[in-house]
């Protein structure tokens, strides 16, 4: 399974949203009813931390401004109102198989 | 709190091997499965494989089949990655993260610190 992310840099405002795109290949929704999406941010210098997972369910400790959506082959990670720290490269990821791939991830910077 | 604490960074000659540990504490280690994913220099994460830290069942990533083992011990709360034949590609930092559910092979809601192997002549 190929995850594309879109896109590859994000130029973003203090206050203002953003929303970065990530499609599949193939449907990731299983009989369990859950897509098997993950959301990652990594800072710079540090290892990745899990944002979201099956696609829109917030991780433990994550503010509510982080927000995941879609299903099947197309997903969105929003983020309401962008804060300083929330810069760094954000990667989808999905488990719908016997193995995990990542996105390219995409960059968000403050302009 | 939940911690991952992993092995300092190894230096490596062409060939050789190296192995990297993941000192997991924090909460009942046989509960959760630990996954290994490396980032190379200047790129993204790439899924190695996984351990069921409960039953010692594998699963690998196709590329790296033969090459890597990964092992758990439930009395040191401890996982290890073995990768063999090493090359200088397989320069990249190193990562363990725990499995936030046994049903599936993603949510890595915690993470190690991550290792460099460095592999070089």
């Known amino acids: 399974i190929v995850l594309t992310q879109s896109p590859l840099s994000l130029p973003v405002t203090p206050g203002e949203p953003a929303s970065i795109s990530c499609r599949s290949s193939q449907s990731l929704l299983r009989s369990t009813g859950y897509n098997y999406l993950d959301w990652y941010l990594q800072k710079p210098g540090q290892s990745p931390q899990l944002l979201i997972y099956f696609a829109s369910n917030r991780a433990s400790g994550v503010p509510d401004r982080f927000s995941g959506s879609g299903s099947g082959t197309d997903f969105t990670l929003k983020i309401s109102r962008v804060e300083a720290e929330d810069v760094g490269v954000y990667y989808c990821a999905q488990a719908q198989q016997t193995s995990v791939t990542f996105g390219g991830g995409t960059k968000v910077e403050i302009q | 709190q939940v911690q991952l604490v992993q092995s300092g960074a190894e230096v490596r000659k062409p060939g050789a091997s190296v192995k990297v540990s993941c000192k997991a504490s924090?909460?009942?280690?046989?509960?959760?499965?630990i996954t290994w994913v490396r980032q190379a220099p200047g790129q993204g994460p790439e899924w190695m494989g996984w351990?069921?830290?409960?039953?010692?069942?594998?699963r690998y990533a196709q590329k790296f089949q033969g090459r890597v083992t990964l092992t758990s011990d439930t009395a040191s709360t401890t996982a290890s990655m073995e990768l063999k034949s090493l090359r200088s590609d397989d320069t990249a930092v190193y990562f363990c993260a725990r499995n936030g559910d046994y049903s599936q092979l993603g949510r890595l809601d915690h993470w190690g610190q991550g290792t460099l192997v460095t592999v070089s002549s």
């Open positions: 924090g909460y009942y280690f046989r509960s959760y499965g």
């Open positions: 351990i069921s830290t409960h039953s010692g069942e594998t």
